[in-house]
């Protein structure tokens, strides 16, 4: 909690930069103004400021609904503002660029057709306009800089600044922390109930899945076990966990460019077309398959959404995750204390990709829309996201109840021990109730990364890399794979092991190339055909369906268009991203 003083001294802040706005523009014409800006003539705290709801478009939520608990106090305390979060799954976005409104606070998932298609459309708001970002984004400007400039030279035109990206940092290798993006984990436990057998391809995972299977046939709740259980919710031009390539260090796409129709490695100069027969996305399927066929994977994986796979790995009704931050939705204390436990363990051929540090930002941007009620207001608290306090507040929680200072360092608490990562542990009232899961921030988007050094600390925001957290005792299944491994994260072992690929970072100073009109509605069914053979050649009865299908596939696709598409797009690779990372 900041003391009296601090939120005094903000406040303030607060209140003569809302009326010095107020005075400066008058009334607003509804386009890019700050129209509507507050006329308090007499605030003394920020809940005498007029209570103002901001509607988040977020790309990066399925969540809907007005934020709740502890983040929702918070914002509320400094800002007397409540955040009304609004998902864009389906035709949302569409939808909101046609009537021209896309609401107050817009997150993007990319940067993109639909972001600089809203920019052309004059859907978004010049920070420049009025002086806002001048005047309210000090922290912006100090920790993320060279991300503003590279908004204004991409997207601007040299002139204007339609908005941010997240994660801004600079360094050499790995910006994740001790557990790295991509896994694969499975149920620690059981492993080494079976003798922790080697692991040295993918395909060596199935008949240990299966032997756990047979260990653990029933969930916490009696439902019947999988290996897998995947969801079709965050699907593109293909079946997106179908795409294995992460793990051998490839990534979909070229990381810059939209360019779904190619598999490109990380650290060389090489690619894939996404369904070449040798691809990693075709090895994929074939993986998914021969899981079904062994009983291995969740019959809704095809139907089901990601809400719903979270609510089955929390009863423990599958044992492997393609993504480590999915394993704290089961390693609960409950399950912790058990003994049970999700845990990264790699296969031999293994080759992560992992994020470098970029300080431009990376795609996912933070931008206001053109009609934002109260812009200055917004701006401030874009801003505070940016500033030490609001980066620890996101990633920590609530200071002085799950973290807090001595001696100047920062250390977790004995209740952020049992919240952390995102448990269901109540959360006082004071702090605003709930439960501390239910009060993290839904907008699901952040600013600085984690791993950047928080200059009141001297250690970074990430809680895990604290000197206070790494003397922690760990809990009895962290214990046993530290044990196992030889190291103290996951981090440690894929690094000294050379099992990562660092992703380069590609800033050229102009917006990712747009796919023309004919390659665009070329890749379209292209991956409509894709993505529909794809989940039918998972599920396929048999080895012959399974390779009819695949045959079908290819002469769909590219009696559709798949070779030309394939083509622009690595074209378009070769001019930026590999021209600029040699």
Request: hydrophobic share 30%; charged share 20%.
């Amino acid at each position: 909690m900041f003391t009296k003083r601090k939120k005094w001294a903000f406040v303030m802040c607060v209140c003569s930069t809302v009326l010095a706005l107020s005075a400066c523009t008058g009334n607003g014409n509804g386009g890019n103004t700050t129209s509507g800006t507050s006329s308090v003539t007499d605030v003394s705290s920020a809940e005498q400021l007029p209570e103002l709801t901001i509607n988040v478009l977020s790309q990066l939520t399925s969540y809907a609904g007005p934020q709740e608990g502890w983040f929702a106090k918070v914002v509320k305390d400094k800002f007397n503002i409540k955040l009304n979060i609004q998902s864009s799954t389906g035709e949302v976005v569409a939808s909101r660029m046609a009537s021209g409104d896309l609401g107050d606070l817009v997150v993007w998932g990319n940067n993109s057709k639909e972001y600089t298609d809203a920019i052309k459309g004059g859907l978004l708001l010049d920070w420049n306009k009025d002086g806002l970002l001048e005047r309210f984004g000090n922290h912006m400007k100090e920790n993320a800089g060279q991300a503003i400039e590279a908004n204004r030279k991409q997207f601007g035109d040299g002139k204007h600044v339609y908005g941010i990206g997240h994660s801004v940092g600079s360094g050499e290798g790995s910006s994740e922390s001790n557990k790295l993006t991509f896994g694969p984990s499975i149920r620690w436990d059981l492993y080494e109930k079976l003798g922790s057998p080697k692991i040295t391809k993918m395909e060596d995972y199935l008949p240990l899945l299966k032997q756990m299977q047979e260990l653990e046939p029933k969930s916490d709740s009696g439902r019947k076990t999988y290996g897998f259980s995947l969801w079709s919710e965050w699907d593109g031009n293909s079946m997106n966990l179908g795409n294995i390539g992460a793990y051998y260090g490839y990534i979909n796409g070229d990381g810059f460019n939209p360019s779904d129709m190619i598999l490109t490695s990380v650290t060389e100069q090489k690619y894939q077309g996404l369904i070449d027969d040798s691809s990693y996305y075709m090895k994929g399927l074939a993986f998914y398959y021969k899981a079904n066929q062994m009983g291995l994977l969740d019959p809704d994986s095809v139907t089901q959404k990601f809400g719903d796979v979270s609510s089955k790995l929390k009863d423990g009704q599958f044992f492997f995750t393609p993504f480590t931050w999915m394993d704290d939705t089961y390693n609960t204390p409950n399950h912790l204390s058990a003994g049970k436990g999700l845990m990264p363990v790699p296969f031999s051929e293994e080759k992560a990709v992992t994020f470098g540090y970029t300080p431009y930002g990376g795609e996912r941007v933070w931008s206001i829309g053109a009609k934002a009620k109260e812009p200055a207001r917004i701006m401030m608290f874009l801003d505070w996201l940016y500033s030490p306090e609001g980066i620890m507040t996101v990633n920590n929680g609530p200071k002085g109840l799950a973290w807090d200072i001595k001696d100047g360092k920062a250390y977790v608490t004995d209740y952020g021990w049992g919240a952390f990562p995102s448990n269901e542990t109540p959360v006082p009232e004071e702090y605003g109730g709930g439960s501390f899961n239910s009060g993290m921030s839904k907008i699901n988007n952040t600013t600085i990364s984690s791993m950047m050094i928080n200059p009141e600390t001297g250690e970074p925001y990430n809680r895990e890399m604290w000197s206070s957290s790494l003397g922690h005792n760990p809990n009895q299944v962290e214990l046993s794979w530290r044990d196992a491994m030889g190291v103290s994260t996951q981090k440690e072992y894929y690094t000294n092991n050379n099992m990562v690929a660092i992703t380069k970072q590609t800033f050229t100073g102009e917006a990712p190339i747009q796919l023309p009109t004919d390659i665009q509605q070329k890749q379209n069914e292209v991956g409509k055909v894709i993505k529909e053979y794809s989940w039918k050649m998972v599920i396929a009865k048999n080895d012959t369906e399974f390779n009819k299908l695949k045959q079908q596939m290819m002469e769909k696709a590219k009696g559709l268009g798949y070779d030309e598409v394939v083509a622009w797009q690595m074209e378009q690779t070769k001019k930026t991203v590999w021209a600029h990372n040699p």
